[in-house]
């Protein structure tokens, strides 16, 4: 516990890589709170999740932007796809 605590302080929101890889629906709700947790593995950071949708962190080209919108609208609206195309 006191070693999380100093590693919240040193890198921000983070976890160890063996919480995340046991409980991965925390680190999701974190990164989804706060943009970005970093993962850290033998007290040394190794992994940045960063939620895309509040943190576009990563420079996407025009197309790769078009493609995650794309993909996420049909995840989000599916079914209505889905009847569309009867």
Not at 32 to 47: F, T, W
Not at 59 to 82: G, N, P, Q
Request: aromatic residues 6%.
């Amino acid at each position: 516990m006191l070693l999380r605590l100093i590693m919240s302080d040193i890198y921000g929101n983070s976890m160890t890589v063996t919480e995340a890889n046991q409980n991965f629906s925390s680190a999701e709700k974190l990164a989804a709170l706060n943009g970005s947790v970093v993962l850290v593995k033998r007290n040394r950071p190794k992994y940045l999740l960063i939620d895309l949708d509040r943190n576009p962190q990563i420079e996407m080209s025009d197309d790769e932007k078009i493609d995650f919108v794309a993909r996420r609208i049909l995840a989000e609206h599916r079914y209505a796809f889905e009847v569309l195309a009867r």
